[in-house]
């Protein structure tokens, strides 16, 4: 998660050197939260006062993504 004057962005991404982490496409977790991006990398931005939003996105997803290697 990072935050400046014009906006609030959660980011996703895989490692490209260990591809056995590829298994989740983050361009559809991003859509659900109005984001969007590739199937390794992707990214929702919010505006700039919302930064607690983008925060709580960003646990949600980290925790959504461990629960999958699981």
């Given amino acids: 998660m990072s935050a400046s004057a ?5 980011s996703l991404g895989t490692n490209p ?7 989740q496409n983050l ?3 991003a859509e659900k939260f109005g984001g ?3 199937q390794r990398v992707a990214a929702i931005s919010f505006e700039p006062n919302d930064v ?3 925060r709580e996105v960003a ?5 959504t993504l461990r629960q999958n290697k699981k």
């Fill in 6 to 10: 014009t906006r609030a962005k959660v």
């Fill in 17 to 23: 050197w260990n591809q056995a982490t590829a298994d």
């Fill in 27 to 29: 361009a559809s977790l």
């Fill in 36 to 38: 969007g991006g590739h």
């Fill in 52 to 54: 607690e939003r983008a």
């Fill in 59 to 63: 646990r949600g997803l980290a925790a």
